[in-house]
């Protein structure tokens, strides 16, 4: 089954640029999403199609997506942001698949 | 404002059946995709199955295939998740939500979710 794996943990501090990675066989040949997901919150998608933001969602928050990995980049870090980020992707035998999280610290 | 509720959760015994449900508001409901996925306590997020906007095609993820079975009724905007052979692993949050437009959209709106707790 497709699998994507994510760092349990990345710290960065306010105002800085947090990287968050995931990664996948042949990734960069599907489309990937990132959902962050606030404490005793249900999940928001900030990033869809590998790059594009919806609506509402600041612009320091981009997308990339090549070879196995996907990366979600936050730029200017904001204390707000500090919360759990999954990325997922579609797999035509696996379907729907998640990323294990990354818990995403601002110190 | 789209609005996803979901009911039905609660506890129930090993081996047991629980019918969940999902009430959806603020769009036009019979054209999208929409998805079950849950959240065992602070774990992360699991897929368990969607259901094409007609209902006509399905998935399932392997651990739930068998067990489960989601439906739609297009007539009364509700989304159901039928689950048997219930076992601690089911234990979790379910959210209902719903699939963006088509190819790599995403899941653009979750509920709340209703938690399922599986204990003898």
């Known amino acids: 089954s497709y699998e994507l794996t994510q760092a349990p943990s990345v710290s960065v501090s306010p105002g800085q640029t947090a990287s968050i990675t995931c990664s996948g066989d042949k990734l960069g040949q599907k489309y990937a999403c990132w959902y962050q997901q606030r404490p005793g919150q249900s999940p928001v998608l900030v990033i869809y199609?590998?790059?594009k933001r919806p609506s509402g969602i600041p612009e320091r928050f981009s997308g990339s997506n090549s070879g196995n990995t996907a990366t979600l980049t936050i730029s200017g870090t904001q204390a707000m942001d500090e919360a759990d980020y999954y990325c997922q992707a579609w797999d035509s035998s696996t379907g729907v698949v998640f990323g294990g999280g990354t818990k995403l610290t601002v110190l | 404002e789209v609005q996803l509720v979901e009911s039905g959760g609660g506890l129930v015994q090993p081996g047991g059946s629980l019918r969940l449900s999902c009430a959806a508001s603020g769009f036009t409901f019979s054209t999208y995709w929409m998805h079950w996925v849950r959240q065992a306590p602070g774990k992360g997020l699991v897929w368990v199955s969607r259901i094409q906007s007609d209902g006509s095609r399905t998935n399932y993820a392997d651990s739930v295939k068998g067990r489960f079975t989601i439906s739609r009724d297009n007539a009364k905007n509700t989304l159901s998740l039928q689950m048997h052979s219930l076992s601690a692993e089911d234990t979790a949050l379910y959210y209902c939500?719903?699939?963006?437009?088509?190819?790599?959209?995403?899941?653009?709106?979750w509920g709340q979710g209703t938690l399922v707790t599986v204990s003898s």
């Open positions: 939500a719903r699939e963006g437009g088509g190819g790599g959209s995403g899941i653009d709106y």
């Open positions: 199609e590998d790059r």
